[in-house]
């Protein structure tokens, strides 16, 4: 297979991506003592940075893998939410062109505190509440408004539990796609995690799905894990369901299902690696890559953003390179 030529072909692609967007904060510093006034380290600053999170970070992703994302999302009307949006504009390329402020909520800000390669502290500001029903038919009109503009490709479900997506969201935006036929992919969290229905691919990690169907099992045990995805397929009539395995790598349950081991690797953080195997999975199914192969690649790219520390999408350049090694 030329992934070199099939790769060409995301950059002709609309990808719309709704749900949470936040901002993730670092701190880098040293730490050589303890502080007098408590137990606690002496972090000694040494830069900060802001970088784009949650469903921002997935749009970033298939950015930089070349197809164009359009972000319909919720931000607070605040500092943060504008600096959020400054970003995706001036510094990423991305339009905030359907993403609307909601006064009465903060804009969500993950801020993560690190020392030697090790994150000492995360501190969340944010506000996990569900959108009022004002600012739902803002976000749906929003989304309507999108789909106006441009040939949507794919929608892609990002929900971080933080309030943006709702079972009202979910259902009509799942509706009219299944009537245009356009195809969806779903990153769940718990809260919605049975009003994603009728959709192409759903992909939770080993631990969103067990506490998503109420079971407890082995990451490891492969054949039971196969038993139940089915079954959930089944109740939940969504295509495929793709779950993430972290070191046993990726499962991947349809008409078949096919299991891929995790290429061995120095992992150094796994933040961000659910969103990359989100956005290349999609791009690969919708430019025709065989629904296992496209699985086998997500898993693979998801393996690279373990390498790199904090949440840092990789390119497509950096995705082909691997390929060609692994091939």
Same mark, same amino acid.
């Given at each position: 297979m030329n992934f070199h030529n099939i790769f060409k072909q995301f950059d002709q692609k609309n990808i719309l991506v709704v749900g949470d967007i936040m901002l993730d904060d670092y701190l880098w510093g040293d730490v050589n003592r303890i502080s007098p006034?408590?137990?606690?380290?002496?972090?000694?600053?040494?830069?900060?940075?802001?970088?784009?999170?949650?469903a921002a970070n997935v749009a970033l992703n298939l950015k930089l893998l070349g197809a164009n994302p359009v972000l319909v999302s919720v931000v607070g009307d605040d500092e943060n939410g504008e600096k959020l949006k400054s970003i995706l504009r001036s510094k990423r390329d991305i339009s905030d062109a359907f993403i609307v402020s909601d006064p009465k909520r903060p804009t969500t800000v993950k801020t993560r505190i690190l020392s030697n390669g090790q994150q000492l502290l995360r501190i969340?500001?944010?506000?996990?509440?569900?959108?009022s029903p004002a600012m739902t038919e803002l976000?749906?009109?929003?989304?309507?408004?999108?789909?106006?503009?441009?040939?949507?490709?794919?929608?892609?479900?990002?929900?971080?539990?933080?309030?943006?997506?709702?079972?009202e969201i979910i259902q009509s935006i799942t509706h009219t796609a299944n009537m245009k036929g356009i195809p969806t992919f779903a990153d769940p969290k718990k809260e919605n995690f049975f009003d994603f229905k009728n959709i192409t691919l759903f992909k939770p990690n080993f631990k969103e799905f067990c506490s998503g169907i109420n079971i407890e099992i082995s990451a490891g045990d492969i054949e039971s894990i196969t038993q139940h995805s089915r079954q959930?397929?089944?109740?939940?009539?969504?295509?495929?369901?793709?779950?993430?395995?972290?070191e046993h790598g990726i499962l991947l349950t349809g008409d078949k299902s096919f299991h891929f081991p995790a290429v061995k690797r120095d !992992?150094? &953080?796994?933040?961000?690696?659910?969103?990359?195997? @989100?956005?290349? /999975?999609?791009?690969?199914? !919708?430019? &025709?890559?065989?629904?296992?192969?496209?699985?086998? @690649?997500?898993? /693979?790219?998801?393996?690279?953003?373990?390498?790199k520390s904090g949440v840092v999408p990789i390119s497509k350049e950096e995705l082909l390179k691997e390929l060609d090694r692994i091939n």
């Open positions: 006034e408590a137990p606690v380290p002496i972090l000694a600053c040494r830069n900060r940075e802001s970088r784009l999170g949650g969340d500001d944010e506000t996990t509440k569900s959108l976000l749906l009109a929003s989304f309507k408004k999108a789909l106006q503009d441009f040939t949507i490709h794919a929608i892609i479900f990002e929900d971080y539990d933080k309030g943006v997506l709702n079972s959930f397929l089944s109740d939940s009539k969504n295509k495929y369901l793709l779950i993430t395995l972290s !992992i150094s &953080d796994v933040s961000g690696a659910g969103d990359t195997v @989100i956005s290349v /999975i999609t791009l690969c199914y !919708i430019t &025709d890559i065989p629904i296992d192969q496209a699985a086998k @690649i997500a898993n /693979i790219a998801g393996g690279l953003v373990c390498e």
